[in-house]
């Protein structure tokens, strides 16, 4: 009984989730899993969803939310049953089992964010990709799990929590770790350490001391309301939340400069180099015809065996792009790969292990993923797919290789669009501040 009590501390499930996992609602603390409001409106207590009841109402009078479905139907008649965290994780002496070292700047920045965590404070980090997040969470994660604290790291893109899940088992060994995502098929189980898509924190309530949201600029979490009130309500009322990004939205800039939001700039990667400017190119270019300009500058690459990543903004120029690219070069291996394509992992773990010269991909790789020596070229920069954030994050899949800091970025346009812009603003913006530290 003690280990299937377990499974609901600082969760929130519904009746009949309780009774697929044979777990009695006797003892169990609940709430209505719906909460009328005035105007016959009614507010979901799972996602936060308002509702207009004429809206949401079922053929036996009841409501339901449709925000939230996917995580199964929450219906005005329910209630939410959960167990307060009790944080019971055995005493560990030691817990970071991770032996690199910190330069002197990411040393700072990680004092910073264990203070973050010890006074239970809420903080943005804008670094650079590739600035080494990761690593700076570990000084203050390790006091935190030493102190018995439950932590939760969170990203909007399951690519993401695939790509830190082997990375935080290595530095964390003695630590059991919960990775939750929509694809799941392993059971859930009580953890100190649970890392997530954003989505999965609907299923927590009060659960964490230590809440890290990463990639916070990220689709879908970014302009979702219901994954910002689950973030709220997955924090104990008294805890640390820590955002993290490399590109932050008009929100987070605006509560920045209204002093909302405390914030803490890391513009240097942890090989000290600067990030690779993008290089702009006015050309008018179809998916079925390599212009000559192009042509000249990805047969530069293939000459000096140079690999590259190639972003566009459409699935269906990923092959006629690939078909031209085979004509124009038959011996050059390549691939595509986009959000719903089955063998997606593998073609990524593929192409990071160099058994692919050239791998073609929409915006599913522009963040959370790490190539060594590569260049990336972006096709199409003026899509209104490719948002500010979105062309900052692709440009910064290069020059992450510590022996090779430099490698070319290119953006190809008809019109030179504001996100195009903004996009090289930004990145020559933290270059200046790097300089800046460097000379103070």
Not at 45 to 51: A, K, L
Not at 116 to 139: R, Y
Not at 408 to 432: P, S
């Amino acid at each position: 009984m003690m280990e299937q009590a377990q499974l609901l501390y600082g969760r929130q499930l519904l009746d009949r989730q309780l009774q697929a996992l044979a777990i009695s609602a006797a003892g169990l603390q609940s709430r209505p899993a719906m909460t009328p409001l005035p105007n016959r409106q009614i507010r979901c207590e799972r996602c936060g969803q308002v509702c207009s009841q004429s809206e949401v109402r079922l053929p036996n009078g009841n409501d339901y939310c449709p925000a939230c479905i996917q995580l199964g139907r929450v219906t005005s008649e329910q209630r939410l049953y959960f167990l307060p965290e009790p944080n019971a994780f055995p005493v560990r002496k030691s817990v970071c089992s991770w032996t690199g070292q910190l330069t002197p700047t990411q040393t700072r920045v990680a004092n910073l964010i264990k203070t973050v965590f010890q006074e239970q404070q809420t903080h943005l980090l804008w670094a650079v990709t590739g600035a080494g997040k990761t690593e700076m969470l570990f000084p203050g994660l390790t006091a935190a799990l030493t102190a018995g604290k439950r932590v939760g790291i969170v990203s909007p893109r399951v690519d993401v929590c695939l790509e830190l899940a082997p990375r935080l088992q290595a530095a964390f060994a003695p630590v059991p770790l919960a990775l939750l995502h929509g694809q799941q098929t392993v059971p859930y189980r009580y953890t100190q350490l649970v890392l997530a898509t954003t989505h999965q924190l609907l299923r927590f309530y009060q659960a964490f001391d230590v809440l890290v949201i990463d990639e916070v600029d990220a689709f879908p979490f970014v302009d979702s309301r219901e994954l910002h009130f689950a973030v709220q309500q997955a924090r104990k009322p008294k805890s640390a939340c820590l955002y993290l990004t490399a590109t932050p939205d008009a929100k987070l800039l605006r509560q920045i400069k209204q002093n909302k939001l405390a914030v803490s700039y890391v513009p240097r990667r942890f090989h000290g180099f600067k990030l690779p400017e993008p290089q702009c190119h006015h050309l008018r270019m179809t998916p079925n015809r390599l212009p000559a300009a192009l042509k000249k500058r990805l047969a530069g690459k293939v000459a000096q065996q140079q690999r590259f990543l190639i972003f566009v903004p459409r699935i269906v120029y990923l092959r006629a792009l690939q078909k031209q690219l085979h004509q124009e070069w038959p011996a050059l291996t390549t691939e595509t790969v986009y959000a719903a394509d089955p063998d997606r992992h593998e073609k990524v773990a593929a192409f990071r292990a160099g058994r692919q010269q050239v791998l073609l991909a929409t915006t599913i790789l522009e963040r959370g993923v790490t190539f060594p020596n590569i260049d990336v070229v972006v096709l199409f920069a003026d899509d209104c797919v490719f948002t500010t954030s979105a062309l900052v994050q692709m440009a910064g899949r290069a020059g992450r290789d510590r022996q090779h800091p430099d490698n070319q970025v290119d953006f190809y346009y008809h019109f030179y669009t504001t996100a195009i812009r903004n996009a090289c603003r930004q990145i020559q913006m933290m270059n200046r501040r790097a300089a800046q530290e460097t000379d103070q």
